[in-house]
């Protein structure tokens, strides 16, 4: 029997301060605009001290990335759950359809901070180097499930990009849409124009 380790009290002290200055940011970001949020303005909402902030984020633009911070956690750990036999192009929209969804779920915050982070030229930076890394892993996992080599074989790193390429549009069309625009039938639309190439290497 595997027992789960233990979260220390400290651990979730840390936990709820992170999340409650995540939240009183994202509010006023959302609400005021990039550029014109201060971090004194966020300590105050938050109810902490300028130095607590600095313990956990290292500028404003730390705080929002935060918000999508585990999306690349959560896709590669999903492509690698997915059942063996399926085809890229399946397993791939599936990968992508987890943090698309996180965000649709909470679809009044999460949609402002994704309009936020797509319309600042800093935040967008951020995002895309984020998107870099993530490719990386989804590409690891990709190979591993086809038996190709990473290093040799270019399909792994393509697949991986044009998966986030998918990502990124829905995302896009989504935040351009205000929200009107359904991001399961977006993802979905998506992924029937790039299964064909997808699914050639299989």
Do not use: N
């Not at 500028?59 to 999903?78: H, P």
């Not at 679809?107 to 995002?127: E, G, H, K, M, S």
């Amino acid at each position: 029997m595997t027992t789960r380790p233990e979260v220390s009290l400290a651990q979730r002290k840390r936990q709820l301060v992170s999340d409650e200055l995540t939240g009183a940011a994202l509010k006023l970001l959302a609400r005021k605009g990039f550029d014109a949020v201060t971090v004194d303005e966020i300590v105050i909402a938050a109810g902490v001290s300028k130095r607590t902030f600095f313990r956990y984020f290292a500028s404003k633009e730390d705080v929002v990335i935060q918000f999508l911070a585990e999306m690349g956690t959560g896709m590669r750990a999903e492509l690698a759950g997915r059942p063996a036999q399926e085809p890229p192009s399946v397993a791939l929209r599936h990968t992508v359809w987890v943090s698309i969804d996180a965000c649709a779920g909470h679809a009044d915050q999460a949609l402002r901070v994704v309009q936020l982070i797509l319309c600042t030229p800093a935040l967008r930076a951020r995002f895309l180097e984020r998107q870099a890394q993530w490719r990386d892993g989804l590409a690891a996992e990709v190979a591993d499930r086809l038996g190709l080599d990473p290093a040799t074989d270019l399909y792994p790193q393509l697949a991986a990009g044009i998966a986030l390429t998918a990502f990124d549009t829905v995302l896009q069309r989504w935040s351009d849409s205000d929200g009107a625009e359904d991001p399961a039938t977006l993802t979905d639309r998506a992924f029937a124009v790039i299964a064909p190439a997808l699914d050639a290497v299989a």
